[in-house]
Nanobody
Framework: VQLQASGGGSVQPGGSLRLSCTAS????????VGWFRQAPGKEREGISC????????YYPDSVKGRFTISRDKAKNTVYLQMNTLKTEDTAVYYC?????????WGNGTLVTVSS
């Protein structure tokens, strides 16, 4: 099983990026999928998730209205569209897939927001 995250990069404040998380070995549609991030010196935090049961989504206040999680079942990929990026969004971003007691982490992709 592998979750491959991509799409990170450097962007100015106010800019946008779209992260992708493509799975091999599992069908993401059967899992609850989420994006997490970890900034230097800080704990990893959850910033969005997609329920496998009913498709509902969750965002903390820090990203609500700016980030959108979506998925393409045909491509077995989950996306995180990030708009109006702020310097405090700088972090390594990870995708995660969970079903019951089984979970998988993807590699991290670095997002740097600076002027």
């Amino acid at each position: 099983v592998q979750l491959q995250a991509s799409g990170g990069g450097s962007v100015q404040p106010g800019g946008s990026l779209r992260l992708s998380c493509t799975a091999s070995g599992i069908t993401l549609g059967n899992y609850a999928v989420g994006w997490f991030r970890q900034a230097p010196g800080k704990e990893r935090e959850g910033i969005s998730c997609f329920s496998s049961r009913n498709g509902s989504t969750y965002y903390p206040d820090s990203v609500k209205g700016r980030f959108t999680i979506s998925r393409d079942k045909a491509k077995n990929t989950v996306y995180l569209q990030m708009n109006t990026l702020k310097t405090e969004d700088t972090a390594v971003y990870y995708c995660n897939a969970i079903m019951a007691l089984t979970g998988y982490w993807g590699n991290g992709t670095l997002v740097t927001v600076s002027s």
